[in-house]
């Protein structure tokens, strides 16, 4: 009877772990054996949506007073905070334009922000003495939901983000989350796309999928089962009833 018990016990304990290869990022085929490896992956450049708010920086040789696009730090009162940032910023409106001082409406929605800068540049030629472009996006952020110990939105300002960095900003997959079944929300040209990645496979570094871009969001799934941590364990509750189950077992035995 007591072997029996004990058989039990543990056979509730291993229902309640989570094997290793379930939590480790990134693993390797078992047959490979290499300490180094090299994966290729070319970052593309994230191009300009409705919505979006951008930062547009315009200067030429001529005098700051005669530059209608100038936006130097004086003129509006300091810094280059985001949120300074934000104020002067432009949002492109839903036929994908922008409202340029003089230039008027420009169309700059699919772009990438250097086909943008280029394109505007030209159109203030007839106006500016070699004007130089520069474009940004203000306010990039990515929201993280689901088994993850911080969720939230996320606002960065680096010009790519990997989805480690992103669960990074959200503290981490928690000790329930699945590593296999992260998924991305993505909206692009108003169709809404959901992908699947897995963050166990090595293979993801030679992927796209590794970089999100700006609104994305990431959902983590929860594990099918769930995993007891040691702390968390029920022990006392566990082993109560063990031992009620065993004095009952000795009576109806006597």
């Known amino acids: 009877m007591r072997?029996?018990?004990?058989?039990?016990?543990?056979?509730?304990?291993?229902?309640?772990?989570?094997?290793?290869?379930?939590?480790?990022?990134?693993?390797?085929?078992?047959?490979?054996?290499?300490?180094?490896?090299?994966?290729?992956?070319?970052?593309?450049?994230?191009?300009?949506?409705?919505?979006?708010?951008?930062?547009?920086?315009?200067?030429?040789?001529?005098d700051g007073n005669l530059n209608f696009m100038s936006n130097d730090a004086n003129r509006y009162g300091g810094g280059r905070s985001e949120a300074d940032l934000a104020?002067?910023?432009?949002?492109?409106?839903?036929?994908?334009?922008?409202?340029?001082?003089?230039?008027?409406?420009?169309?700059?929605?699919?772009?990438?922000?250097?086909?943008?800068?280029?394109?505007?540049?030209?159109?203030?030629?007839?106006?500016?003495n070699t004007p130089s472009v520069k474009i940004s996006f203000v306010n990039k952020s990515i929201t993280v939901i689901g088994s993850v110990?911080?969720?939230?939105?996320?606002?960065?300002?680096?010009?790519?983000?990997?989805?480690?960095?992103?669960?990074?900003?959200?503290?981490?997959?928690?000790?329930?989350?699945?590593?296999?079944?992260?998924?991305?929300?993505r909206d692009i040209n108003n169709e809404v796309i959901k992908k699947r990645i897995n963050l166990t496979d090595v293979q993801l570094l030679g992927n796209t999928d590794l970089y999100i871009r700006p609104d994305d969001v990431l959902y983590v799934e929860p594990l099918k089962r769930r995993h007891w941590g040691f702390q968390s364990f029920p022990w006392a509750l566990i082993l109560s009833s063990v031992t009620t189950f065993v004095l009952v077992a000795n009576y109806v035995k006597e």
């Open 3 to 62: 072997k029996n018990t004990f058989i039990l016990l543990l056979a509730i304990l291993a229902l309640g772990c989570v094997p290793q290869k379930d939590v480790v990022y990134l693993q390797n085929d078992k047959n490979t054996t290499d300490l180094e490896q090299t994966f290729s992956n070319i970052k593309s450049q994230n191009t300009i949506k409705i919505f979006d708010q951008i930062y547009i920086q315009v200067s030429s040789f001529d």
């Open 87 to 128: 104020i002067v910023s432009y949002t492109v409106k839903k036929d994908g334009t922008v409202e340029l001082p003089i230039l008027g409406n420009t169309k700059v929605v699919n772009l990438t922000p250097d086909q943008a800068s280029e394109k505007i540049r030209k159109e203030l030629q007839s106006y500016l």
């Open 149 to 185: 110990n911080q969720p939230g939105r996320y606002f960065y300002a680096s010009e790519h983000l990997n989805v480690f960095q992103a669960l990074g900003l959200a503290g981490d997959i928690s000790e329930y989350g699945n590593r296999k079944e992260v998924v991305i929300i």
